[in-house]
């Protein structure tokens, strides 16, 4: 258990070790970087506090849905997860950081953004049917939705078995002449 507890501690180290520095304030000597730097409201951030020098600690802020337990060792600061309250006003919101044994160590700030005003990233727009263009009209057959909903009617079931009676009467007669002829 104890191993395990290290293992998951050393990946969160090395998780927010190699976060981009594009989504996370610089914590600089002694500080609180947010990842990402401008989180929604109810989203899940990952807080890295660097000015401890123990192994553990616990970052506190109005914004969070609950106090961060923050581990690691040394050089690379204290790294923790926590949650932004879902209904949290936009603004600038303090954290503090007990470590060490002392109150505050550490502080900083998260920046709840206005919804809408936060840079985002959206997929590229595609395509989700095949478009109605070329084939000399058969475009529209080629659609799952439109075989479907056209499905055969009437008209071809019974011009498909009238084609289906003359073959079986093609093969009936063409049996009873070969087996006629191998008589003679």
């Excluded at 258990?1 to 594009?22: D, E, I, K, N, Y």
């Excluded at 401890?52 to 609950?66: E, M, W, Y």
């Excluded at 919101?93 to 002392?102: A, E, L």
């Excluded at 003359?166 to 087996?179: C, D, F, H, L, P």
């Amino acid at each position: 258990m104890r191993s395990m507890r290290l293992t998951l501690c050393a990946g969160a180290v090395v998780a927010a070790a190699f976060t981009p520095a594009a989504y996370a304030a610089d914590a600089g000597p002694a500080g609180i970087s947010v990842t990402p730097a401008f989180p929604a409201a109810g989203s899940d951030v990952q807080l890295r506090a660097m000015g401890c020098a123990g192994r553990t600690g616990t970052a506190a802020s109005d914004a969070f849905v609950s106090d961060a337990r923050l581990t690691g060792g040394g050089g690379g600061g204290l790294v923790g997860e926590t949650r932004v309250r879902t209904a949290l006003r936009p603004g600038s919101y303090d954290i503090r950081v007990d470590c060490d044994g002392h109150r505050d160590r550490v502080k900083g700030t998260v920046t709840v953004p206005v919804p809408d005003s936060a840079p985002s990233v959206s997929a590229p727009a595609s395509p989700i049917a095949p478009v109605h263009a070329g084939g000399g009209g058969t475009a529209r057959l080629a659609t799952v939705d439109d075989a479907r909903v056209a499905g055969p009617g009437t008209r071809q079931a019974v011009v498909g078995l009238v084609l289906a009676s003359v073959a079986v009467v093609a093969v009936a007669v063409r049996s009873a002449r070969r087996g006629h002829d191998g008589r003679d």
